[in-house]
């Protein structure tokens, strides 16, 4: 296993000792195998207000489907079924208000 000062002699082309302190951290991880960045998410995900929470829950794979499923059936009642029986129900204008909201 490689000690700090061969990765830093190999991977920068200095030694070690010559780096600043950031660099020799970069150099520190290389050499233990460890990421140096954090993950922001999953500190961020303690001090979500309600309102972040909310729009993470409005923002999931769940609403998005749901919202697509109650489309199609709506498309599906105006356009099919009503028309069978000669009694348009909406002409697609209550549907345009709550697409465009």
Known sequence: MKNHNDIANELLGASYDSM?????????????????????????????SFGQRAADAVASWMFICMFVSVMVAWVILNSVVLSQRNAAF???????????I
Do not use: C, M, W
């Open 20 to 48: 600043d302190e950031r660099t020799q951290n970069v150099a520190r991880h290389v050499t233990k195998r460890q990421h140096i960045t954090k993950n922001l998410s999953q500190e961020l995900d303690g001090q979500a």
């Open 90 to 100: 909406d002409p697609y204008i209550l549907l345009n208000l709550f697409l465009s």
